[in-house]
């Protein structure tokens, strides 16, 4: 587990509340397993919606950040490049849609595994599971958008 | 301000991360306004996806809380009964579709509006709008399931 390249490792400048370097946040990692990313979260007591169950927002901010991870990975695989390489590529989501296909524990590890369907343009469409225990809680398609692009831009840091 | 009859204020067995009586939560509170819910909500730093920036699936979770709120409110309303009486109902989200029209600021009042499209069964759908300074960020739609009905139960806390 030690040894894994997680996605997030690579975006030093990230504060996100989901996947960046916040002390008061989640803290996902993602990685790639074959063709799909996947990401292993444990909970804590405070992010439950009822009680011993999962938040269903939290559940969303997971997919949400597992997935904007997923699309700029995936870009950089494609241009057969590492993610400390230029340009450097953000994405933003554009639409995402969770369905809640049964309550998911808030006490047993989280997996989430999520695959690009499609890429157009500046588009990455990506579809994303949940699940608990090897059972699957939830079913999401979310589109990402590349907001960043530095050899676009005067800098190479999106936030500056 | 002081005055309004929020919705979440007749849950008192409620310990959701978004809703709930959760001091490690969002605490949003939700009232009428006319035939829409109104929730206004100041955001903390640590919420931030991008600098300055409020994180989408924090968004994600003001919105279906304030939507399971609704659905709630409504179903009392149809019925027209106050939140306080019996039978009981609970909602849980089915669906959750959210739309980013545009960045929302993480460092001014976000105001959240819903109503109720249909009333299917156990399920109401509902259309939800973010604002920012008046100005739309996102829009949302989100189909909530009646979970717990307390004629239908041994108990009339959906909790136990």
Same mark, same amino acid.
């Given at each position: 587990?030690?040894?894994?390249?997680?996605?997030?490792?690579?975006?030093?400048?990230?504060?996100?509340?989901?996947?960046?370097?916040?002390?008061?946040?989640?803290?996902?990692?993602?990685?790639?397993?074959?063709?799909?990313?996947?990401?292993?979260?444990?909970?804590?007591?405070?992010?439950?919606?009822?009680?011993?169950?999962?938040?269903?927002?939290?559940?969303?901010?997971?997919?949400?950040?597992?997935?904007? #991870?997923?699309?700029? =990975?995936? $870009?950089?695989?494609?241009?057969? !490049?590492?993610? %400390? +390489?230029?340009?450097?590529?953000?994405?933003?989501?554009?639409?995402?849609?969770?369905?809640?296909?049964?309550?998911?524990?808030?006490?047993?590890?989280?997996?989430?595994?999520?695959?690009?369907?499609?890429?157009?343009?500046?588009?990455?469409?990506?579809?994303?599971?949940?699940?608990?225990? #090897?059972?699957?809680? =939830?079913? $999401?398609?979310?589109?990402?958008? !590349?907001?960043? %692009? +530095?050899?676009?831009?005067?800098?190479?840091?999106?936030?500056?």
């Amino acid at each position: 587990m030690g040894n894994k390249d997680y996605f997030q490792d690579h975006m030093p400048e990230n504060v996100c509340f989901g996947c960046g370097k916040n002390h008061d946040g989640l803290q996902i990692k993602s990685y790639w397993e074959g063709e799909e990313s996947v990401c292993r979260w444990d909970s804590e007591e405070k992010y439950h919606g009822w009680a011993n169950l999962l938040n269903g927002g939290i559940l969303a901010t997971l997919v949400d950040c597992h997935c904007m #991870g997923t699309a700029i =990975a995936h $870009a950089y695989r494609l241009e057969e !490049r590492d993610m %400390d +390489s230029k340009p450097v590529y953000r994405y933003a989501t554009g639409t995402l849609t969770v369905k809640y296909l049964q309550p998911t524990p808030n006490d047993i590890t989280i997996e989430l595994r999520a695959k690009v369907i499609e890429v157009k343009g500046r588009k990455t469409v990506m579809e994303c599971r949940v699940f608990s225990d #090897g059972i699957q809680t =939830a079913q $999401a398609d979310v589109v990402a958008i !590349r907001v960043f %692009d +530095s050899s676009e831009s005067q800098s190479e840091n999106p936030f500056k």
